[in-house]
């Protein structure tokens, strides 16, 4: 992709609403350096987001968006969910799929991407909802990783399906009570990064969005192994606090409180990954 | 335009569905006519004279320096602009903003009936947007509006457009520019 679809003819410049000529200006293109400390000081990519007011979802996109080494060309594929109300706003090449099948849209503009720009780096990128992931998508999603395309999948866990009402999904944890699961859920929750290790994916992370630069270490590593080794996959707890009664102020200590429980870090690696890993940090690129 | 139904909303989803077509190439669209593309271009000129509020919405394909043709369609505008006394509004992307754009500096494919009503348009030109975009705007228009639209299309023309003509590039923009020039000058404008 050219950097000048992003350059406003001189002779419309004035017609320009502010955000646009920030993001020409102000946005960090072109820099694999870039991540979460540019924050204060960059133009975001995501313009505004209609989530929920404090919703850790937010933080969790800002953070992803900041620190992804390519954004010029990086596609992102969504799903339905509480993410797929933001896409519309960020300021890259975005792909809604059907309920469940991102990773098997994400696979296909992979391999097509290779085909027709074979000397250019292209990430896809999957981000998704929990029941996006673990319960439509799970066919979906395993089945990329079988076949190691080289995708990075993001998974937001907020252990329900927040926007139709509080339903229980395949990541809530038992016993957990809900509007819709009145009874409390009855089976356990699905460890997804350990089913992800076992479908054949070479880097695996589990963490809440707690930490910005954690986030950011992590979305290179997994982007940087997927794009030279295999699938990789990055499971975030965001909670929904709007569903477990919390505050809008109170995302980021449940967050925390999720750090030392059942969302404490957790990092898998194979040795390609662990590789390619190494030397990245060499290159100064993570 | 198509006549309004007992709800007060076009019976008719789109034109084609009351037989208008895109015109075949070195045509032009005039309403449900297919015309040399100069008839097309001098009626465009005249309505964008003499109807209140003109406005050019500019798309991404032109506001974009993206390639050549870009560029030399950009400076066009401008002069097309000024020889019609049209306003420039830009459709800078096609991203549904929340809560909702701000209608006296852009406009927005999703909802481009707001632009219109806040700007009073009675007759606009599309330029330099990519064709589904422009194929949803100027249907929601066109059931919402009394705004006359004018598309002038890069490629195949838009038959949602009340006229249009097809195939678009620099030398016919330039074309497009003197006939207007013309128009004015027999109007005494």
Known sequence: MSFNIYKVNEELREFMPPEILELEEKATWGNPKRGVMDLPYAKELLEEHSLCAGCPESDAFRYILASLPNPEDTIIVNSTGCTSLVFPQI?????????????????????????????????????????????????????????????????????????????????????????MAPKGKQWDKVPMWQLAIDSGCHYVVRMTVSSPRRVEQAVKKAIYVAREVGPTYIHLYTPCILEIGRNSDEGLEEMKLGDKERFSFFEYMTPQAEEVIKRKKEEGLI | MATLGPYHFSPYPTAVVEGVLTPPPGKGLLYNEIVDEEVAMREAAKQMLTRENPTIFVGPLIIYAWSDEA?????????????????????????????????????????????????????????????????????????????????MCAKMGHEDAMITVRDQHPDDIRKFINIAKEVKKELGK
């Not at chain 1, 990329?144 to 395949?170: L, M, P, W």
């Not at chain 2, 406009?107 to 219109?116: E, F, G």
Request: glycine share 6%; aromatic share 8%.
């Open chain 2, 71 to 151: 560029k030399e369609n950009a400076k066009l505008v401008r002069e097309m602009a000024e020889v019609l006394n049209a306003k420039i509004i830009p459709m800078v992307d096609y991203r549904p903003k929340y809560p909702k754009i701000n209608p006296e500096v852009e406009i927005n494919p999703n909802h481009p009936n707001l632009t219109i009503w806040h700007n009073n348009i009675k007759v606009c030109i599309f330029i330099g947007v990519h064709c589904h975009f422009a194929n949803v705007a100027l249907k929601i228009i066109r059931a919402e509006t009394d705004c006359l639209t004018i598309a």
């Open chain 1, 91 to 179: 300021a890259l090449h975005t792909v809604h799929s059907l309920f469940g099948n991102q990773n098997a849209v994400a696979s296909g503009i992979k391999r097509v991407l290779e085909y027709r720009f074979p000397n250019k780096v292209k990430d896809v990128v999957v981000l998704a909802g929990d029941g996006a992931t673990v319960d439509i998508g799970l066919d979906c999603t395993l089945q990329s990783f079988f076949r190691q395309e080289k995708i990075t999948t993001i998974c937001y866990d907020n252990e329900v399906y927040a926007n139709t009402g509080g339903q229980e999904s395949g990541l809530t944890v038992k016993g957990h009570v809900f509007k």
